[in-house]
């Protein structure tokens, strides 16, 4: 298996998206701001590729965890 790897530093995880809901199929992307970028320049980018920065991902996830469970609404992603 060949791994990418990044160049730049992730200054923010803006978003995800997941599709499929089965292991075998599922995939899920980040909205990733680079340090480096232009002020607009974000890129989608799988999970998977970004291995490099676990931490930062984690991070975003247990965020976002945090933020769904205080939601009364069921199915806010």
Known sequence: MIRKQFDDEI???????RMGHHKKNRRIEYLVKWKRGKDNEVSWERDI???QFEKIVQEYISTISTNMSGSSSAGAL
Request: net charge negative.
């Open 49 to 51: 590729d970004l291995w």
């Open 11 to 17: 200054e923010k995880i803006l978003d995800y998206w």
